[in-house]
Nanobody, 117 residues
């Protein structure tokens, strides 16, 4: 069974940075894609970034150039580096693993990110 645990969320001022981590259990981490999603109050869940097992990345326009997704397969851990944060980035952030193009077969419990103006 795959378990994902996010960490690194918190309160940050606009313009600041945070680094989210996603620790995965199980043996499939290195073989499948990883993603980061977020959901703000009253809004639909949004796909932010995906990194394939080989390291290819893609980003939503809303975070392109500000967020960077990465993974360390030796540590079964993924990351989301977030820079130039804006108040509209406030949301619960989730990491995922999956086989499909949206990499969302498995979900973590989420970590809150709050950006103050």
């Amino acid at each position: 069974q795959v378990q994902l645990v996010e960490s690194g969320g918190g309160l940050v001022q606009a313009g600041g940075s945070l680094r989210l981590s996603c620790a995965a259990s199980g043996s499939i981490f290195s073989r499948i894609a990883m993603g980061w999603y977020r959901q703000a109050p009253g809004k639909e869940r949004e796909l932010l970034a995906i990194i394939t097992s080989r390291g290819s990345t893609s980003y939503a326009d809303s975070v392109k150039g500000r967020f960077t997704i990465s993974r360390d397969n030796a540590k079964n851990t993924g990351y989301l580096e977030m820079n130039s944060l804006k108040p509209e980035d406030t949301a619960v952030y989730y990491c995922t693993l999956g086989i499909g193009v949206r990499a969302n077969d498995y979900w973590g419990q989420g970590t809150q990110v709050t950006v103050s103006s």
